[in-house]
């Protein structure tokens, strides 16, 4: 289990390395990587800042990487969330998940990065000709988290 | 009470903490947000639509009626954007 916030970049496959080293049960890994876009609402976006609220931010990452476990059989789990300024290109947000099948890993991804995406308390300040400005979140993100409730 | 502000509210309001003096009867989450409004011109501008203020008490999010205490740690925030 890992969960790490930081401002500083990762390598991919040296993650992807680590995260199957050894580790011979695993029969699938899916891995999401979110990247700072250069356009965005039609405008230009040169840079991107992310303010998140330390401990917050890693209390909610736990919260729902517990949740994912529960929902599904992973042999392990990876979420890497960075903070600070990024500029297009950039890779903002890695989430990896292990399996003994592909069902469990696919699945558990989307969920994670879903969930993330409307919990996990970051928010994005997009740098544009015009000027600074606060992105505003989507409705589609609510949306795409709530398939995942659960019926009771 | 420590209060702390994120993204276009902390810009908005100026400060990134506040501590506050409650008032008795401001015992929820949402009566909190009300009465910050009082404190200035620009908590009230900040804080004037409540669909896109979301709070957390002691670092969970909470609906407005939600109780809050002396010792909780408050934070007022908007929709979150990150992934």
Redesign the interface.
């Known amino acids: 289990m890992a969960i790490r916030v930081q401002a500083g970049d990762f390598d991919v496959g040296a993650e992807y390395a680590a995260f199957t080293a050894g580790r011979t049960g695993i029969g699938g890994v899916v891995m999401f990587v979110g990247l700072v876009r250069d356009i965005a609402g039609g405008a230009a976006v040169s840079a991107m800042t992310l303010e998140h609220y330390p401990g917050m931010t890693e209390k909610q990452l736990e919260a729902i990487e517990e949740e994912a476990r529960r929902r599904w059989p992973l042999d392990d789990v990876l979420v890497i969330h960075r903070h600070g300024r990024l500029e297009p290109g950039d890779r903002i947000v890695m989430v990896a998940t292990a399996s003994a099948h592909r069902d469990a890993a696919f699945e558990s991804c989307r969920f994670l990065m879903d969930w993330l995406k409307t919990k996990a308390p970051f928010w994005k300040l997009e740098a544009t000709p015009e000027g600074e400005r606060w992105v505003e979140a989507k409705d589609s993100d609510d949306a795409a988290a709530a398939r995942w409730a659960e019926k009771t | 009470m420590k209060i ?1 502000y ?3 509210l902390r810009s908005k309001i100026g400060v990134p903490t506040e501590i506050v003096e409650l008032p008795p009867e401001v015992s929820t989450a949402g009566a909190l947000v009300d009465w910050l409004k009082t404190r200035s011109p620009r908590h009230a501008e900040a804080l004037a639509n409540s669909k896109v203020v979301k709070v ?1 008490v002691n ?3 909470v609906p407005y009626d939600h109780p809050i205490s002396a010792t909780d740690e408050v ?1 007022l ?7």
């Open positions: 702390l994120f993204a276009w957390a670092q969970e999010h934070a925030f908007p929709p979150v954007t990150g992934g």
